[in-house]
């Protein structure tokens, strides 16, 4: 079982290049299967959780190759995909357990085939993660859907056709389910109440390049007018705004002075509004952004996790290690997930004074957090672990670290690069 050591108190400096967006990255990849053609896709993260989708679209029959450094050379990955004859339209249970963006492939499966096949990803460390959002929107589409044995079976033998849809509650998910299946409906479709994630905006962007007729991109409003075919394309996929938070943070949480190489600072305004009234310092550099931050100074703060443009759920944890030794008490909300403070026992055992309060958590800033041996429970609450054991005292264990390889591209390396005392082992 691979684990990771880190002996802290060293002060992180140099650059790091923040990984093409993980949640951009899967929905993108599934996109593929709406056209016979070939799908490129540059600044691609190498990573568990597109590893499996890469297995999933194989299972289907997608040809998939990864192509060297993008054109500029800079030693990027680039990944292309062609679906021109798909020869399966099931996901099964052993895959999609492992990785539940599998859903992914029910909106444009439907569009493209009008069948699928898909398990019902089940929950997750976080919640119990229910689909009846996507499953609601697609039927409203057209499509028959039946559950049966753990399987959602979908058709729409007539295709589909657009309608108007109003999210009963905010899904990135969903709406990214949805409009993949709208772009090949006929007629239009309005999605009211659709999720504003930067990687929605990416995706749709993407699929305008593909020939989708999408309009309203970056609101909570959007509308497609359904087209006959989607032909393929070259798109570079945005940066990942919650590895380039994590790396602010851990800059922060050293007193450190970092350069986040090609962040993206026009999807960050929630985390570095909030992370600047605890005090870390953020200054626009050429392509990136730098992190700077004096740790006598850190303040206490309350935040709630929102959808975007709000504080981002996938930085509650991280935020939750930096606010352990900030002065007075911080609270923070989660108000998206029901189970997603695993990592507090942890930190709690790294002498952090933190108690939950129904959903939230408050947290007694204390001079310093002490090394030991923590357990990672899901790819959030592993990293809030790690950028914990960089500032504490002594050494920290953090096992189980096969969920931090799901959504970290190169995590050990290129904080060993910014000079952290930290190594991976294998016991
Ligand atoms: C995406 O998950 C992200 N994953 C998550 O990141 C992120 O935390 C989440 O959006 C919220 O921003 C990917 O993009 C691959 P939702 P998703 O549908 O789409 C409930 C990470 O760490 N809900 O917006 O599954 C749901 O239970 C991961 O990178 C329903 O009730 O999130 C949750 O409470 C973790 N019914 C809330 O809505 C549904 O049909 C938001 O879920 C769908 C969702």
Not at 197 to 220: F, H, K, R, V, Y
Not at 247 to 270: E, F, M, P, R
Not at 353 to 369: E, F, K, S, Y
């Amino acid at each position: 079982m691979e684990r990771i050591i880190i002996s802290g108190g060293s002060r992180l400096n140099g650059t790091v290049r923040i990984s093409g967006s993980k949640n951009a990255a899967l929905p993108l990849m599934a996109a593929s299967l709406l056209t016979e053609d070939l799908l490129i896709l540059e600044n691609f993260p190498r990573l568990g959780d597109t590893d499996t989708l890469v297995k999933l679209l194989s299972h289907l029959g997608v040809e998939i190759g990864f192509d060297g450094p993008s054109e500029d050379n800079t030693f990027e990955s680039v990944i292309s995909l062609r679906a021109a004859g798909i020869t399966d339209t099931a996901a099964p249970y052993d895959i999609v357990r492992k990785m539940r963006a599998s859903i992914l492939v029910l909106g444009p499966l439907l569009a493209r085939c009008g069948r699928v096949t898909v398990s019902l990803p089940g929950g997750c460390a976080i919640g119990t993660r229910p689909v009846d959002l996507h499953l609601a929107a697609l039927e409203s589409l057209g499509a028959q859907l039946a559950l049966r044995k753990g399987y959602i079976h979908a058709r729409a033998p007539k295709g589909l056709t657009g309608t108007n849809i109003r999210f009963s509650s905010v899904s990135v998910g969903a709406t990214e389910n949805l409009l993949m299946a709208a772009s090949l409906a006929k007629g239009t479709t309005i999605l009211e109440n659709a999720a504003r994630e930067p990687e929605i905006t990416d995706l749709a962007q993407c699929l305008c390049a593909m020939g989708a007729n999408i309009s309203g991109i970056g609101t909570s409003r959007l509308v497609v007018e359904g087209v006959n075919s989607l032909h393929g394309a070259r798109y570079r996929i945005l940066p990942d705004r919650i590895e380039t938070g994590t790396y602010a943070i851990a800059a922060a949480i050293t007193g450190g002075d970092v350069k986040l190489l090609n962040a993206d600072k026009s999807t960050l305004h929630s985390q570095t509004e909030s992370l600047s009234q605890v005090g870390v310092n953020f200054k626009t550099v050429d392509n990136g952004l730098n992190v700077s931050c004096d740790l006598s100074g850190l303040k206490s703060i309350s935040i709630t996790t929102q959808p975007y443009p709000g504080f981002p759920t996938d930085m509650q944890a991280q935020i939750m290690a930096l606010l352990s030794t900030a002065r007075g008490t911080s609270a923070i909300s989660e108000a998206i997930f029901e189970n997603r403070f695993m990592h507090v026992p942890e930190l709690c055992r790294m002498g952090a004074d933190i108690t939950i309060r129904g959903t939230t958590a408050i947290i007694n800033g204390i001079p310093r957090l002490k090394g030991a041996p923590v357990m990672a429970t899901d790819l959030r609450a592993s990293v809030s672990l790690v950028l914990a054991g960089l500032a504490a005292e002594g050494q920290t264990v953090v096992n189980r670290v096969y969920h931090l390889d799901r959504g970290y591209e190169c995590l050990v390396e290129k904080l060993f690069a910014l000079g952290a005392d930290i190594r991976r082992d294998d016991v």
